[in-house]
């Protein structure tokens, strides 16, 4: 059902005459300014304005198709279980930009928070995310409470990040460097020791934190310009004693919010106060980021997550594993490890998937069973061999050199590994017969099928080089 604001008068239930609704609403404000805090509430909540009621939906309306979108990626969720507390036969809540007449947001920016402020972490209040309370500074977005030093596996790609970071939470007061700057890349843990960090601080007390990815900083600090409260924006922002920015990344070619940006950092810096940022690059590398910025970022603590290894995948993965409850064999965990080496959110993404189906079935996790069930992963992270990579093992195996993959010698000693490499080229990848030949000294397409015949023949016959081919095979693709 799509309730559009039309000119149809009587269809609109007008929210003077409707006490009730209006009460909902405030009540839903009071707790919407408790769960987000004052700064994020007054800049965004604020601005909307209640629209018609019609069944099962109610409609909301914004000033701008921008907070129409912001408000309904951050707060959809949390406004459409709300209203159905306030009203439980309300299931959708529609957002829509408001059009000239329609009903202005009611006053509410001397609303109350509501009671449930006080009460301990509302595990419902985002999807999937548990807000950890308590946070003095209302900059703080929700912080995962499932990313936690205790849940971050230590080895050796991240143990110094892991270092520092627990010296920050340790004793923000002095750390010794600053800023603490986190990069690698893409899931692998800078959000998770930035989240570790904050909540170990917030158990600790007395220390005000604020954690937000450069996005949300973008986009708080444009809200603020337009609702005239920059001052009051920086002013939050210059307060904290811990403020952690997250993928920074995000900053490049935004120029006014990195200035905004360098400036709020080198206050905080010159008042003594912590900062912690993470970014896919080293500062060096951040090109497109201004100079000044890079250099001051690059002053404190400059900590790589390497990509994992194959002992910290397994590490992780049995730690995962062993928190499901779900009993995952050793050889699933290192068939995993094996195949997904991307990145650590893919690896647990494959391995909930896998406890999922055993939880919904009732079915032990065989390797069998994880085939099938991640055939799409598995599928997509098949290692794509190339033809210079197969060049090179067949050379250093049967010991030849690697010019030789294109020379015109003849000798068996040579040819032989050099028709394997042919053969295997036309295996494992998806070359066609002439690119092949291309590859191996612009020998003609004829050359590299008659390689690939008589290399099957002689596996069929010869069980030792048939098993030498093979080795060479597994090797390629693990
Ligand atoms: N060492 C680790 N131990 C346990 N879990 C980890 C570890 N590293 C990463 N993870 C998990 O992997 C997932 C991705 O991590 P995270 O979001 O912190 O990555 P990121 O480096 O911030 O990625 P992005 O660059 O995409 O922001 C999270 O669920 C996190 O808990």
Same mark, same amino acid.
């Not at 919407?32 to 209640?50: D, P």
């Not at 143990?159 to 750390?175: L, T």
């Not at 997904?340 to 009732?362: D, K, P, Q």
């Given at each position: 059902?799509?309730?559009?604001?039309?000119?149809?008068?009587?269809?609109?239930?007008?929210?003077?005459?409707?006490?009730?609704?209006?009460?909902?609403?405030?009540?839903?404000?009071?707790?919407? @300014?408790?769960?987000?805090?004052?700064?994020?509430? /007054?800049?965004?909540?604020?601005?909307?304005?209640?629209?018609?009621?019609?069944?099962?939906?109610?409609? $909301? $309306? $914004?000033?701008?198709?921008?907070?129409?979108?912001?408000?309904?990626?951050?707060?959809? #969720?949390?406004?459409?279980?709300?209203?159905?507390?306030?009203?439980?036969?309300?299931?959708?809540?529609?957002?829509?930009?408001?059009?000239?007449?329609?009903?202005?947001?009611?006053?509410?920016?001397?609303?109350?928070?509501?009671?449930?402020?006080?009460?301990?972490?509302?595990?419902?209040?985002?999807?999937?995310?548990?807000?950890?309370?308590?946070?003095?500074?209302?900059?703080?977005?929700?912080?995962?409470?499932?990313?936690?030093?205790?849940?971050? =596996? =230590?080895? *050796?790609?991240?143990?110094?990040?892991?270092?520092?970071?627990?010296?920050?939470?340790?004793?923000?007061?002095?750390?010794?460097?600053?800023?603490?700057?986190?990069?690698?890349?893409?899931?692998?843990? *800078?959000?998770?020791?930035?989240?570790?960090?904050?909540?170990?601080?917030?158990?600790?007390?007395?220390?005000?934190?604020?954690?937000?990815?450069?996005?949300?900083?973008?986009?708080?600090?444009?809200?603020?310009?337009?609702?005239?409260?920059?001052?009051?924006?920086?002013?939050?922002?210059?307060?904290?004693?811990?403020?952690?920015?997250?993928?920074?990344?995000?900053?490049?070619? @935004?120029?006014?919010?990195?200035?905004?940006?360098?400036?709020?950092?080198?206050?905080?810096?010159?008042?003594?106060?912590?900062? =912690?940022?993470?970014? #896919? *690059?080293?500062?060096?590398?951040?090109?497109?980021?201004?100079?000044?910025?890079?250099?001051?970022?690059?002053?404190?603590?400059?900590?790589?997550?390497?990509?994992?290894?194959?002992?910290?995948?397994?590490?992780?993965?049995?730690?995962?594993?062993?928190?499901?409850?779900?009993?995952?064999?050793? *050889?699933?965990?290192?068939?995993?490890?094996?195949?997904?080496?991307?990145?650590? /959110?893919? $690896?647990?993404?494959?391995?909930?998937?896998?406890?999922?189906?055993?939880?919904?079935?009732?079915?032990?996790?065989?390797?069998?069973?994880?085939? #099938?069930?991640?055939?799409?992963?598995?599928?997509?992270?098949?290692?794509?061999?190339?033809?210079?990579?197969?060049?090179?093992?067949?050379?250093?195996?049967?010991?030849?050199?690697?010019?030789?993959?294109?020379?015109?010698?003849?000798?068996?000693?040579?040819?032989?590994?050099?028709?394997?490499?042919?053969?295997?080229?036309?295996?494992?990848?998806?070359?066609?017969?002439?690119?092949?030949?291309? @590859?191996?000294?612009?020998? #003609?397409?004829?050359?590299?099928?008659?390689?690939?015949?008589?290399?099957?023949?002689?596996?069929?016959?010869?069980?030792?080089?048939?098993?030498?081919?093979?080795?060479?095979? /597994?090797?390629?693709?693990?």
């Amino acid at each position: 059902m799509t309730i559009g604001v039309d000119d149809d008068e009587s269809a609109f239930s007008p929210l003077e005459n409707n006490k009730g609704l209006a009460e909902s609403w405030l009540r839903i404000c009071g707790r919407l @300014k408790g769960e987000v805090g004052e700064v994020e509430y /007054r800049t965004w909540l604020t601005q909307i304005a209640l629209g018609p009621i019609d069944g099962d939906e109610i409609t $909301l $309306l $914004l000033p701008t198709r921008f907070l129409r979108d912001w408000v309904r990626s951050q707060y959809g #969720d949390r406004l459409s279980e709300l209203w159905h507390s306030e009203i439980p036969s309300l299931r959708r809540v529609e957002l829509q930009v408001a059009r000239p007449g329609d009903p202005a947001p009611l006053q509410v920016a001397d609303v109350a928070p509501a009671s449930v402020t006080a009460a301990p972490a509302t595990e419902d209040s985002t999807a999937g995310t548990k807000p950890v309370p308590e946070v003095r500074s209302d900059l703080v977005t929700a912080l995962d409470s499932r990313f936690t030093f205790e849940t971050f =596996v =230590v080895g *050796k790609p991240n143990e110094f990040a892991y270092a520092c970071a627990r010296r920050v939470a340790e004793k923000p007061s002095s750390v010794g460097f600053n800023p603490l700057f986190l990069y690698g890349g893409v899931g692998l843990g *800078k959000t998770h020791l930035m989240h570790a960090i904050g909540a170990e601080l917030v158990r600790s007390g007395n220390v005000s934190v604020a954690y937000m990815s450069a996005e949300k900083f973008m986009y708080r600090f444009i809200a603020a310009i337009r609702s005239q409260s920059t001052i009051e924006f920086k002013e939050q922002l210059r307060s904290v004693d811990v403020l952690m920015i997250d993928d920074l990344q995000f900053l490049i070619g @935004k120029d006014n919010t990195q200035e905004e940006f360098f400036h709020t950092f080198n206050a905080l810096v010159d008042a003594g106060r912590q900062i =912690v940022v993470s970014a #896919d *690059k080293s500062p060096s590398d951040l090109s497109g980021l201004e100079d000044r910025l890079r250099t001051r970022l690059g002053c404190g603590m400059v900590a790589d997550i390497h990509a994992t290894t194959f002992e910290l995948r397994i590490s992780i993965l049995e730690a995962k594993a062993a928190a499901s409850g779900v009993v995952v064999p050793g *050889k699933v965990l290192e068939f995993l490890a094996h195949k997904i080496t991307s990145n650590v /959110r893919e $690896l647990e993404g494959a391995l909930n998937r896998l406890i999922a189906h055993a939880n919904l079935f009732g079915r032990p996790v065989t390797l069998e069973a994880t085939q #099938d069930v991640l055939h799409d992963i598995l599928k997509a992270h098949d290692r794509r061999v190339t033809i210079e990579e197969i060049q090179k093992k067949v050379a250093e195996h049967w010991n030849i050199r690697l010019t030789d993959m294109s020379s015109a010698r003849r000798a068996r000693n040579v040819a032989r590994p050099r028709q394997v490499a042919m053969y295997l080229a036309k295996q494992l990848t998806s070359r066609s017969l002439p690119e092949i030949g291309r @590859k191996f000294g612009n020998r #003609d397409h004829t050359t590299v099928m008659h390689a690939v015949q008589r290399v099957t023949e002689l596996m069929e016959r010869d069980a030792a080089f048939a098993e030498d081919v093979e080795l060479m095979r /597994r090797m390629l693709e693990s």
